[in-house]
C-alpha cells in the first residue's frame, strides 16, 4: 500500500504563490509516474501535471508557464510550484501514484487551494 500525504495548500490573493508538496511512503516502486490532479466545485477532476521517475513532465494547457511538477526521488516526494496563480486555479488538489500509465494507482486526499481575487 502507497500513501500519500499533500500539504502546502492554503489561502492565497491572485497573482501569488504557492508550492504543493506529496510525501509518499509506503512500498514506492521504480519507475513511476507522480501526478497532480485538480477538482473544483461543480467541475470534474482534471490533470494538471505530471512527472515521471526520469523527470519528463506534462503540463495541462492552462497551467503551462506558471506551474512546475519536480520530483525528489530519493524522498519520494513530488511538489507543485504554482506562480501566478488566478481565482480559476481554486480547487482541491490532489496527488497521484501510479506505477506506469495502465495502474490506478494511489491517491492522496487533497489539499485545498483557495485564490481570491
Known amino acids: 500500500q502507497v500513501q500519500l500525504v499533500e500539504s502546502g495548500g492554503g489561502l492565497v490573493q491572485a497573482g501569488g504563490s504557492l508550492r504543493l508538496s506529496c510525501a509518499a511512503s509506503?512500498?514506492?516502486?521504480?519507475?513511476?509516474?507522480m501526478h497532480w490532479y485538480r477538482q473544483a466545485p461543480g467541475k470534474q477532476r482534471e490533470l494538471v501535471a505530471l512527472?515521471?521517475?526520469?523527470?519528463?513532465?506534462n503540463y495541462a494547457d492552462s497551467v503551462k508557464g506558471r506551474f512546475t511538477i519536480s520530483r525528489d526521488n530519493a524522498k519520494n516526494t513530488v511538489y507543485l510550484q504554482m506562480n501566478s496563480l488566478k481565482p480559476e486555479d481554486t480547487a482541491v488538489y490532489y496527488c497521484?501514484?501510479?506505477?506506469?500509465?495502465?495502474?490506478?494507482?494511489?491517491w492522496g486526499q487533497g489539499t485545498q487551494v483557495t485564490v481570491s481575487s
Open positions: 497521484r501514484y501510479r506505477r506506469s500509465f495502465t495502474d490506478n494507482g494511489y
Open positions: 509506503g512500498i514506492i516502486y521504480s519507475p513511476n509516474i
Open positions: 512527472v515521471t521517475t526520469g523527470g519528463s513532465t
